[in-house]
């Protein structure tokens, strides 16, 4: 029943620009269970406000910030994050996490890292676009490629 009631409340949530309307959609936050949706789970406010400044851009597109400082104040502002130089040249910004895979895995091959025989491990269940390009570069490269199952028990990732 509760998640049902979130479907409902979610779905039938008013569609306006009034973000108190749209934060009150959901208002009993303990009722709410995500269950490995995190692509359906409520944005976080900072990332909503990030959304209306996108949309006050683009009703007036000739005060939109120049991609590259964009980009360049994000690869600051993570490079700070991580501890990496602070210039943030050491980040690259791609357009999707498969499409970083993809790059790593052939670059991986390409540079001689990736050999015959080596093995290649990726855990179970991971989305199909993160592992068609680890079979890809197996296949190139005559290495292979293992899957770790699920442990059986609590004992995590490590044990298995």
């Not at 049902?4 to 959901?26: E, H, Q, R, W, Y």
């Not at 490995?36 to 000739?62: D, H, L, M, R």
């Not at 910004?93 to 990736?114: D, E, K």
């Amino acid at each position: 029943q509760m998640l049902v009631k979130m479907i409902t409340t979610t779905i039938a949530a008013p569609t306006t620009t009034d973000t108190t309307t749209i934060t009150s959609s959901i208002t009993n936050r303990a009722e709410i269970a995500y269950f490995n949706n995190a692509g359906k789970t409520e944005i976080p406010p900072s990332v909503k406000q990030a959304g209306f400044q996108c949309i006050e851009y683009e009703s007036q597109p000739w005060n939109v910030p120049s991609p590259d400082d964009t980009a360049n104040d994000v690869r600051k502002q993570f490079s700070a994050i991580i501890h990496a130089n602070p210039t943030g040249e050491d980040i690259a910004i791609v357009p999707s996490t498969s499409f970083a895979l993809t790059m790593a895995a052939h670059n991986l091959y390409r540079t001689g890292l990736i050999q015959k025989n080596n093995r290649i491990l990726i855990l179970q269940d991971e989305m199909s676009s993160e592992v068609y390009c680890w079979q890809e570069v197996c296949h190139l490269s005559g290495a292979y490629l293992d899957i770790v199952p699920h442990p059986l028990q609590d004992g995590g990732w490590t044990e298995a």
